[in-house]
């Protein structure tokens, strides 16, 4: 009977070190940490590329609507921050009902504390990019398609002078934009990553017996 009792004992004591009152506060952090930044990163993106798309529309104003995907990517970090903080948000159970036992563990915590991190960072770090990418794209796209010169000068020899070559203008127009689609992509992809591992991670789990 006393060996039963020093059990019972040591698994109650166990259960307060694994799910105390605070390991609530970790999973919660994960979720505003997910959300949080990833919008961050898609409002930096968004800016950054908005304000060169504006800039750029005054001279040229048909390339709008082409140059509008760094804002569109940018706008989708969002989203991946979003959904992440919706599924940790509704993998934390409230205290059981009557006893007012914790059941959300430590291990579980950190565990989504580390999900919105790896998702919330990765959308900062996307977004900055694809904002950068999108502010210096846009305007070398713009600059080509409107014939204007990026360096001031008068030296023809220079090679950046808009109408030194006729025709030229739109194919380097082209391939600006498919190498500046391309870094997008590849700085979009970023948060994805982001995403995956938060969701794997989010599905490492431990409960208290509580119920």
Known sequence: MG???????????????????WALSLGYMGVAAGAVLSNWGSAWGTWKSGVSLLNTGIQHPGSVMKNVIPIVMAGVIGIYGLIIAVILAGNIPPPTVGTGENIYSVYTGMAHLCAGLCCGLSGLAAGGCIGIIGDYGVRSVGYRTSNISVIFSTDKSSGFDGGEEDGAGSGDENKLFVG?????????????????????????TYACGGE
């Open 3 to 21: 060996d039963e009792n020093n059990a019972e004992y040591v698994y109650n004591q166990m259960q307060v070190y694994l799910c105390p009152s």
């Open 180 to 204: 500046m689609l391309i870094m997008l992509i590849f700085s979009e992809a970023l948060a994805l990553y982001g995403l995956i591992v938060a969701l794997i991670v989010s599905q490492h």
